[in-house]
């Protein structure tokens, strides 16, 4: 499974942001897609997933404010933040939760800067 994220930049407080990342290779092998982050000098944190059945879960920290979505007719799963501040800033990195011929595995994007100014 590859990884593509896209739709990082620099955002004021109280702004809006969209993330994308379109997946492509085995698809079929995915069961759930999410987003984790990295702030500064932090370590790395989930920020929510959605399944294949729909259902979803998100960090108590981006509750009510952040929105995961998937369209699965494009193999793209977006992140919708809304109400952003100053310490949703990180590196947001798209995964993908897939079998494989052993297990499963957790596949990562490459990350994408996400900057909310005070």
């Known amino acids: 499974v590859q990884l593509q994220a896209s739709g990082g930049g620099l955002v004021q407080h109280g702004g809006s942001l969209r993330l994308s990342c379109a997946a492509s290779?085995?698809?079929?092998?995915?069961?759930?897609l999410g987003w984790y982050r990295q702030p500064p000098g932090k370590q790395r944190e989930l920020v929510g997933s959605?399944?294949?059945?729909?259902?979803?879960n998100y960090a108590d920290s981006v509750k009510g404010r952040f929105t995961i979505s998937r369209d699965d007719a494009k193999n793209v799963v977006y992140l919708q933040m809304n109400s952003l501040k100053p310490e949703d800033t990180a590196v947001y990195y798209c995964?993908?939760?897939?079998?494989?011929?052993?297990?499963?595995?957790?596949?990562w994007g490459q990350g994408t800067l996400v900057t909310v100014s005070s």
């Open positions: 290779g085995s698809i079929g092998s995915i069961n759930a």
């Open positions: 959605v399944t294949n059945d729909g259902s979803s």
């Open positions: 995964t993908a939760h897939a079998r494989t011929s052993t297990g499963w595995s957790l596949y």
